[in-house]
């Protein structure tokens, strides 16, 4: 009787063990952010902003990841794109909630619900507009949006299908970091691309 309560106990604590070991979609995942991130694009999971459509094609649902480029000695306007068409299009509803004396003051009748004293309407930046993402396939029709601010481009994606069999039956782990490489350099070249035009 003993040899079967010690069997028991012996199989629970695998059982246990067992349960905490991530899935194989999860351990994917982890080894692409943590490529990433020795990459220097510093990846996030994020809920879905409200200007991209997430889950379900609903703006703002779900999660998703945010890998940010930090290019020092650079200033890039403050801006959004969405991914159109495998194109990048402004947002135009961007709307900047800072002062500045160059920028058009909206004004109170057209925005009663903000409680900021100086909302301004901030100019469309244009510079990538109709621009192909030209990324690997594995990642282009994952990709959602993009945002520039200070010296920072921010891409939004669904990370997580990447690693997915449904979603990219062609996964392989070495192929890893050269798309990941080709992300990096295509964000330096609309970097670049924006500040040619400021």
């Known amino acids: 009787m003993g040899m079967w309560i010690a069997i028991a106990i012996v199989l629970f604590v ?90 058009l003051i909206v004004p109170t009748a057209i925005r009663p619900s ?22 690997p396939v594995s990642i282009e029709p994952h990709v959602k949006g993009l945002l520039t601010k200070a010296n920072s481009i921010v891409i939004y994606w669904e990370d997580i299908a990447y690693v997915r069999p449904a979603t990219n039956p062609t996964y392989q782990q070495k192929l890893i970091e050269s798309d990941l490489l080709v992300l990096k350099e295509k964000l330096e070249e609309w970097a670049l691309q924006m500040q040619k035009t400021l």
């Open 114 to 135: 903000q409680s900021h004293a100086h909302t301004t309407v901030k100019k469309t930046d244009f510079s990538l507009d109709k621009v192909a993402l030209d990324l």
């Open 14 to 103: 695998l059982g246990s063990m067992m349960a905490l070991k991530p899935n194989g979609i999860d351990q994917r995942l982890d080894k692409l952010r943590m490529t990433a991130r020795r990459l220097q694009l510093n990846p996030k999971l994020i809920g879905c902003p409200d200007w991209i459509k997430g889950k379900d094609n609903e703006y703002g649902r779900g999660m998703m990841g945010q890998y940010c480029l930090v290019l020092d000695d650079t200033q890039l306007p403050y801006t959004r794109y969405q991914v159109i068409d495998g194109q990048w299009r402004p947002d135009s509803n961007f709307v900047d909630i800072t002062t500045d004396d160059n920028k």
